[in-house]
C-alpha cells in the first residue's frame, strides 16, 4: 500500500503562490498516476489536476488551467502543485491520491489518499 502525506498549504492573499508537496512512501510501484483534488466548504471534492509517475504527462481542471502546474520528482517519490494568481475561490482542503490509471479524474478511479492541506486565500 501507498501512504501519502500532503504539506506546504496555509494562508495566503489574493494574487498569491503557493506549492504543495505530496510525499509517497510504501508500495510507491503500485500507483500508475497522482492526482490532487479539492475540497471547499459545503461542497464536493473536486478534480484539481493529475500526472503520470513515468512520462509525466499532465492535465489540469479548466478551474486551475494556466495558473496551477503539477510536477513530480521520481527520485524522491514527490508530487507538486504549485498555486499561483491564488483566488479566493481556491479556498479548500487540498488532497492528493494515487491511482493505478493512466487518465482520471474522478475519485472512484483512485484508491490512496492523503490526510489533506488547508489553502486559504484572503481576498
Known amino acids: 500500500q501507498v501512504q501519502l502525506a500532503e504539506s506546504g498549504g496555509g494562508l495566503v492573499q489574493a494574487g498569491g503562490s503557493l506549492r504543495l508537496s505530496c510525499a509517497a512512501s510504501?508500495?510507491?510501484?503500485?500507483?500508475?498516476?497522482m492526482g490532487w483534488f479539492r475540497q471547499a466548504p459545503g461542497k464536493e471534492r473536486e478534480f484539481v489536476s493529475r500526472?503520470?509517475?513515468?512520462?509525466?504527462?499532465?492535465y489540469y481542471a479548466d478551474s486551475v488551467k494556466g495558473r496551477f502546474t503539477i510536477s513530480r520528482d521520481n527520485t524522491k517519490n514527490t508530487v507538486y502543485l504549485q498555486m499561483n494568481s491564488l483566488k479566493p475561490e481556491d479556498t479548500a482542503v487540498y488532497y492528493c491520491?494515487?491511482?493505478?490509471?493512466?487518465?482520471?479524474?474522478?475519485?472512484?478511479?483512485?484508491?490512496?489518499w492523503g490526510q489533506g492541506t488547508q489553502v486559504t486565500v484572503s481576498s
Open positions: 491520491a494515487g491511482t493505478r490509471r493512466w487518465q482520471a479524474e474522478r475519485e472512484y478511479e483512485y484508491d490512496t
Open positions: 510504501g508500495r510507491t510501484f503500485s500507483s500508475t498516476s
Open positions: 500526472i503520470s509517475w513515468s512520462v509525466g504527462r499532465t
